[in-house]
């Protein structure tokens, strides 16, 4: 099968590495379902697992943890899926990714895609509605019944991938008031469409402009960028009792004691932690993907994908590659074998 990836022995600092592969192709066992890939996104966990060290086992390194496609066959214990399914998923880390035409992905981590989308809008949606989701109704335990409704949620970076899930997720799930920061004016309007219903600027202090606005502070803080930077200003702003849950690990220990005081609580998510420790709650990355794709199917929840890249081919992934690097992307940039004419969000790149 074909795949991209870094050759083995070589190092993946930079995405020029990337390179059209020739690999045996994979066979599902267990819980396993074999699935020919349609479309993938690609994540900031790309770029950090592209520039880890090589593997000493002399195999090329396979990236990629966003994927949709048609499952092709499934292993004797697979209970969830059959061939012919249209499925999304974000997989495992601890596995070979999906930057390949077929791919193996436990079944408890998959649901069927949303009917109303095609490969490329799908493919946008795993991994950032896993982390948004974790991140907001279990890390920070929000209602989903609307018991929080009116409460406030700071999103810092609102308009990345996970960001654009977060807003969505927090307002229309949560009935949550969604604050987002966001620096240009085409990240700023793209907050606003998502259901933001005020946007400030990380580029500026947080604090004095949330004062500006008669917002002393708020329940909820959802950090999507550099943890370390904003760990102060998350302190200054979160209301008594209030929770933080940060994504990006920090690069020194955090201040602790700044919460103390308001008796705030700090989480960390992970929406890798499930797979990478075989939790026994891992058929929830099932559930939450299922219960996704409904609220798409409703027309309640909007994919994010802003540009497709026309052809799973390692030139456009290295060019998918430079845009997340880059770190002023908006939405999703996905991959797809036929991107998604129909798409009005989708911006083709000229391959
Ligand atoms: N722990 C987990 O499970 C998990 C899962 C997914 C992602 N992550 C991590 O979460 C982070 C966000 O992921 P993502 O996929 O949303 O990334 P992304 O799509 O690459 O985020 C891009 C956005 O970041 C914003 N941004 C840039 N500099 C910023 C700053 N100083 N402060 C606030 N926002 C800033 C930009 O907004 P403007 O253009 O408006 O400046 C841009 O829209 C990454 O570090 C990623 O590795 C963790």
Known sequence: MKAIGIPAGSSGHDAAALADLELAAPVARGQDILVSVQAVSVNPIDIKMRGARPQADGRPRILGWDAAGIVIDTGPEVTLFAPGDRVYYAGSITRTGSNAELHLADQRLVARMPASLDFAQAAALPVASLAAWEALFERMHISTTGSDAGKTLLVIGGAGGVGSMAIQLASIVGRLRVIATASRPASQAWCSELGAELIIDH??????????????????????????????TMARLIKPHGHICALVESASPLPMNELRGKSASFSWEGMFTRSLHATPDMIEQHRILERVAALVDAGRLRSTTQVCLDGMTADNLRKAHALVEDGGVIGKVVLARQACASCSTTQILEN
Not at 209 to 224: E, H, R
């Open 203 to 232: 580029r500026t202090d947080l604090v004095p402009q949330l004062a500006g606005k008669d917002i002393p502070g708020v329940d909820y803080i959802l950090c999507l960028s550099d943890t370390d930077r904003y760990f102060s």
